[in-house]
């Protein structure tokens, strides 16, 4: 099972893009969803992920305050609104759902289902 992301491409310092991702069809059932990112040379890491029971968020410390997450459970989508975006936020950007609930949703654990991956790049 594949998540279909999108919304990538390239933005000057300082901009905002938003990044969309569905999960195959309103009848799969998902539980957390997130987002990651893998900049070239480094590991993969979390950026922000939403849960499915009350909306509750979780953010990396470097994207707090500029990055917004949320989802719409009806339609099985999460989205990531990146705002005053930095070269640093340059990376591929990966969305991911949970089968089910885990307790490490908020330190990005416990993800399932991934997307392919949308190219973020942030000129200077």
């Known amino acids: 099972v594949q998540l279909q992301a999108s919304g990538g491409g390239l933005v000057q310092a300082g901009g905002s893009l938003r990044l969309s991702c569905a999960a195959p069809?309103?009848?799969?059932?998902?539980?957390?969803m997130g987002w990651f990112r893998r900049a070239p040379g480094k590991e993969r890491e979390f950026v922000a992920a939403?849960?499915?029971?009350?909306?509750?968020?979780s953010y990396a410390d470097s994207v707090k305050g500029r990055f917004t997450i949320s989802r719409d459970n009806a339609k099985n989508t999460v989205s990531l609104q990146m705002n005053s975006l930095k070269p640093e936020d340059t990376a591929v950007y990966y969305c991911?759902?949970?089968?089910?609930?885990?307790?490490?949703?908020?330190?990005?654990?416990?993800?399932?289902?991934w997307g392919q991956g949308t190219q973020v790049t942030v000129s200077s």
């Open positions: 991911a759902a949970s089968k089910q609930y885990n307790s490490g949703w908020r330190a990005g654990r416990g993800y399932d289902y």
């Open positions: 069809g309103r009848a799969f059932s998902v539980d957390a």
């Open positions: 939403v849960s499915r029971r009350g909306g509750g968020t």
